[in-house]
């Protein structure tokens, strides 16, 4: 048996909108001890009567709000409110309190190139910009259409993509290990989703017409499976974005360096003013996105991609629907409501992205990496549907499996090594494969909580 090293941690967040109240609630479930802090009295109200956290009210850089919030006796300080000076100053207040970690929301793009010095300068820990991180993964999904949702590990070695599998796949109706023949057996199968099931496949499991699969394997091979098993579609490289906010900025400016053809479509006038003095490639056009005469004069049948980025999370459902009834473009929608996302999903539209649960994965990954004893080896987090997660670690030279052919250890149930990368090299695992120290491992589980390595075993 091996005991894991978790600790409960103390955790302030101050600033109580959506990414707030997303984190907060990612952490109660996650057993920390959680308070908020806001200035606004029926949102503290609303919150703490919503789910289980302590609320204090007041400002941020009130010194007497802080100490009631027990901050000096924090584990980690968010500061997540919507101006970038003030959560600076909370951080660097909280930290010279005593709080252990302190991090903070930044999303001013003049802050974005130097958020590495001034986080040093300041001695904050962590500093996130909301928009930015969703706007790189919506332009990670780009780069291979066919994929619902995309994510790298192992410094970008290694993929976990997830597609669904159609009723004309060459894989349906075959059991994971007959799958993976015709792939090459290049690839695992990961996670495989199922009527709101999750399931960690082994090599008998049946895949179904409808499933939606977690593949990982390397990413240099991932063109090549992606057409033989039939889900192959050629890189964007004609975008529309309705919408043009930070979101659209940052995923413009990416696209736009990498020879992507862009265009955005956003209502206010000085909005585009200004997006056309920063992004001179981009071609921007001062219209209603939400209108169809709009959306088909602007090419919306022909283009590759279409990307629904307004401030209305029902405008961007409609929008993407019909995007997705006229034409054959990758369509990404940004839902803020979970409640809406799940409903849009139901009704076909596959690739989702929520700015607070980016976040939200991003800081709880943060919170799981200094939640142990010694430091850990935890390098990436990546949540799979509620249900499962995969994560990146470093195999640490105490961790008791070092050695021993992988199908000699004695794994929890519900947990699969999916890639291990040694020296830049990627080995995709079988039961002979051991593991070294200091190799990148890539671990799908559905048990609750992972932290270290050894939790995977029994």
Do not use: W
């Not at 802090?37 to 302590?54: A, H, M, S, T």
């Not at 799940?342 to 929520?354: E, F, P, Q, R, Y």
Request: aromatic share 6%.
């Amino acid at each position: 048996m091996y005991y894991s090293k978790i600790i409960d941690m103390k955790a302030v967040i101050v600033g109580i909108g959506n990414i707030g109240e997303a984190l907060a609630s990612r952490l109660l479930k996650e057993k920390h001890d959680v308070t908020v802090v806001d200035e606004d009295l029926q949102i503290v109200n609303d919150i703490v009567n919503k789910i289980d956290v302590k609320g204090v009210t007041g400002n941020c850089l009130d010194r007497q709000i802080l100490l009631d919030a027990e901050v000096d006796k924090a584990d980690f300080f968010f500061a997540c409110t919507v101006r970038d000076e003030l959560n600076i100053l909370s951080s660097v207040l909280a930290k010279k309190m005593g709080a252990k970690y302190v991090v903070s929301r930044v999303r001013d793009p003049q802050y974005l190139s130097s958020l590495e010095s001034l986080k040093d300068e300041l001695d904050v820990d962590m500093m996130f910009n909301p928009e930015y991180r969703t706007a790189m993964e919506i332009a990670q999904i780009l780069r291979f259409p066919a994929a619902i949702s995309a994510d790298t590990f192992a410094s970008g070695k290694v993929t976990l993509t997830e597609f669904r599998i159609a009723e004309d796949s060459p894989i349906r109706d075959l059991s994971v290990r007959e799958a993976a023949i015709i792939a090459g057996e290049k690839m695992l199968f990961a996670v495989v989703s199922r009527n709101g099931k999750v399931y960690i496949p082994n090599g008998d499991f049946v895949l179904n017409a409808g499933d939606l699969v977690h593949i990982a394997t390397e990413k240099n091979d991932l063109v090549e499976l992606s057409k033989k098993i039939n889900v192959f579609k050629q890189r964007a490289k004609s975008v529309i974005i309705a919408g043009g906010g930070r979101i659209a900025y940052y995923l413009a400016k990416a696209l736009l360096e990498e020879g992507v053809k862009v265009k955005i479509i956003e209502i206010d006038k000085e909005r585009c003013h200004d997006i056309n003095e920063e992004l001179s490639k981009a071609t921007v056009i001062c219209a209603d996105g939400t209108e169809i005469d709009v959306l088909e004069e602007e090419g919306v049948k022909s283009a590759d991609a279409f990307i629904a980025l307004t401030g209305v999370d029902e405008e961007n459902a409609i929008i993407s629907l019909y995007a997705s009834s006229v034409g054959d473009a990758k369509i990404v929608t940004k839902i803020t409501s979970p409640a809406l996302a799940k409903m849009v999903c139901k009704l076909g539209l596959d690739t989702v992205i929520s700015p607070r649960e980016v976040i939200a994965d991003q800081l709880v990954r943060f919170v799981r990496a200094h939640q142990v004893d010694e430091g850990e080896g935890m390098n990436a987090l990546y949540r799979i549907h509620d249900k499962a997660e995969a994560i990146e670690f470093t195999v640490q030279p105490d961790f008791p499996g070092i050695g021993i052919p992988l199908k000699s250890l004695k794994l929890k149930n519900n947990v699969l090594l999916c890639g291990v990368v040694r020296n830049g090299e990627f080995i995709l695992p079988s039961g002979d494969t051991a593991l070294d120290v200091h190799d990148k491992v890539l671990v799908v589980t559905g048990v609750k909580q992972v932290t270290e390595l050894d939790q995977i075993l029994r």
